[in-house]
């Protein structure tokens, strides 16, 4: 059992660490990612923008985007209220008065029915040639816009995400190590993905898409069920899968940049990732399911290496690993504690040059991210408890609380904000 | 309708099985707690004759009876022949002194007579000159009675008479001359050293060469007699550890064993053994510790986290069960009952 303990851990440490490696070769060689981008395409855009119980937050949303250095005439908004038990539908009507410049639309849906159909009733109301869609506590790089439209000029991109960041990342160990996880995916390990355009999520927080395509995806997202119960979340992991589907490419832009608001206690983070695994089984079932489209549409494709080999790979060790001998992932923990503190390390020293708005402010901090390890073993019962709630339909993340941007960030500091 | 009944089933299933993991965890760090804080527990092993460790101590046990066997053969041959080389060299030793004394008697005497026969030698020498000056006298009184018996002078007879007198006289002379030889023959080998001489000489440095070399085999055999001993004393030790290692008390016949930790100082014969339901709870007494090995032991723990604490020091005790299937449970409990039912 040693061995086999040892060889695991072997294993799953070098498969990380060649990942990394392929990906950082694949950066430094071409650091805009494999895909050209024409700034000049200024197509129409509309920003559907779902709300629910997010405050003021909602207003901070908007007003990043109407300071877009986006030609104001090519771009509305549609925010559409889910029914919030707060103020935020005030927000927006405040947002809709104190932006004058730009088109906002605002509507309230009849009853509260989800993110996905919320972001349907806002399709309906929109009529730009490329649907931008957004998480309404967000804030945008004033180049967002442009930047994911400069990627929809090429004809075989059918969707763009950008590289989302953290928000309210000084505020505690939570946001820290997410910052370091959202850092490492979208500016690093999605470069991987982006090489054969196929990334199999992007992030639902800033997710722009054609409008054909996505008039034609989203009855097919309306219509996801489990076993006749509606299915509410883990549009955005569908939606990419589809628009692969279909034929064109999904790339992330990483100099598209956006902030959001991470949970910042454990069990919002925990409800959180059970959701965003639930996706992930979904998709992989939905892999499964339509195996056939994968092989002959999409050879060679990443989804069927991401979305297929990798789940099931993981799965099988997350079998083993928590049936066959469970103190196994304690085992594994010192070596990825290890990993982390490296990751930490190259974290800080590329955010003070590249990302200033990223930077942790206390260097003490980072070594907390270490503590991120306890993951390898968190994961396994995300895993499980997602695999077991199939049938749930809760959001479990949306807070009512939205928090100031940056409650922790010292004077001067660009954490968490946009600089020009 | 049909979906529903899945999505119940589904539903009562993921339910039954997060509960089932939290019951688990709850379970399992309930007893890491447990077995972090109790001190009396023992983990029970039965070891049988097939065991390999038995089985390698019966080919030890057997190997090392053959070679105590044959040692002590041979101490007993060394001894022997020691004990004969020591009868060999008694006797050898006592055979010498009368030796080197007679051959200085002998020196002593050759050395006496040799110089009473030189003074002999000389007069016989001297008798010798006068007879020969006898018998050339003689020689010239034969011609005369020739000369005497032509004339007439005398008879034939007296002729014969006196010429057989004067033969007589020439064989004394020499006969004495022949004495005279043979004498100084003697001299000579009174006073010199001669082959008899030397070869009584070669057979005392035989003799001594004799001894030395049986002291020099005695001294061999000894040597060899007290590795063999000393030989014989390892092996008697090893025998006697082996003896005292829970496999040969397999041999002999026991066959429940427990690993106990040093976590637990006041172990003895007799100790009462507990075994318990749901691994510590509602315990009997089922037996006590026969016998306390004391060479350490390492075992796997069977309740500690890889990498941070995989084996503990312990030994090994032999235990007395009443209830032999106690042997089978995970562990089993030292004094009294963890939490006294």
Redesign the interface.
Known sequence: M?TD?FLIIIGLLVSNGLRHLVSALLKIRDSACGFSRDYSYEPTVSILLPCFNEGRAVYETIESICRSDYPKEKFEIVAIDDCSSDDSYDWIRKAQDDFSEVRIHSARNAQNCGKAESQSNALDMSTGDVILCIDSDAIFAPDAIRELTACVADRKIGAVGGAVGVRNLNKNIFTVCQALIYAENFHFLKVFENWTQSVICLSGCMLAVRRDLFVKIQPRIAARH????KVKDGEDRFLTHMVQLEGYGTVINPRARCLTNVPDNLPTLWNQQIRWQRSGIRDFCFTLRTLHDHIWRLPPNPILLYGLIFPTLAAMISIFLMFV????L??VA?FWVGFYFVMAAVYDLLTRRYLPEQRIANPIRLFSLAAFSVWIVAGR?IE??A?????STSWMTRQRDPGPAAKDTPPGSTAGRFTR | MMNKLILFIYHISGTILLYGVLVWTLWFCGKLLFYVCNDSWIVPTVITQEDPGVLDLAQKVVTTRQALDALRLDALKNKEAMDEMRAHRLQLSRLYPKLVAAIGTEAFANSDNGNRLSALDARAIAKNEKLAQAIEEANGVATQIDEDLSVGLITKSDAAVKREQIAQGSTSALESEINEVLLQDQILQKTTTGTQTLDVLDKRAELRSQIDTLDISIAAADRQLKADNFQIGQLKEALTLLDNTPYAAVLNGARNFAFVPYVDGTIEPGTPIFACYAEFVICRRVGEIARVYSDEEREQNPISIPLLSTTIRGVIARMNLRDPSAAKSQTLFLHRAPFFF
Do not use: Q
């Open positions: 040693g303990a489990f076993f006749g119960l001998n469970p103190l196994l304690v085992c010192p019962l499980l408890c695999l077991c709630t199939l049938d």
